[in-house]
């Protein structure tokens, strides 16, 4: 069995925030930017990886959800508890650098981690966790 990861989805509450960050800061491609009854889906992907892509998009979109649900999926971005990505680089310092540089909103520093990774954490304007960890 062949099988890749394609598309993952991340919520997003401020499509213009999102995308300065996924593609000003991060330097990802946009792919694709479709909006729909007021609202958007913006795709990104790093360059090199041209299969590979994260799907922005508004959670208040999803069907099936209550407006309670709703609610409590809004509470939980603000906190940066509702979701997160794992991504990897070569020069973590270098990647830490640029990401303060430009104003990203530092949850944690590289710091060694007790499970064996070299790793730091940022939110991205929505609240949504990411964690750089240095490839070996």
């Known amino acids: ?21 996924y593609r000003d800061t991060l330097g990802f491609e946009v792919r694709n930017d479709v909006g729909y009854q007021g609202m958007r ?7 090199s990886q041209p299969g590979t892509n994260i799907v922005l998009f508004p959670p208040e979109a999803s069907p099936g959800v209550t407006d309670d649900e709703k609610r409590t999926i809004a509470e ?11 991504f990897a680089t070569r020069d973590l310092a270098a990647t830490f650098e ?7 909103d530092i949850v944690q520093e ?27």
């Open 98 to 104: 640029r990401l303060q540089a430009r104003g990203a």
């Open 110 to 136: 590289p710091t060694d981690q007790p499970y064996g990774v070299r790793d730091c954490a940022v939110r991205d304007p929505a609240g949504n966790l990411i964690r750089i960890q240095q490839l070996r």
């Open 76 to 86: 939980m971005m603000a906190k940066g508890t509702f979701a997160m990505v794992l």
């Open 1 to 21: 069995m062949d099988i890749t990861i394609h598309s993952s989805f991340l919520p997003q509450n401020d499509p213009e925030a999102a995308l300065a960050f």
């Open 41 to 47: 889906w913006i795709t990104v992907g790093p360059p």
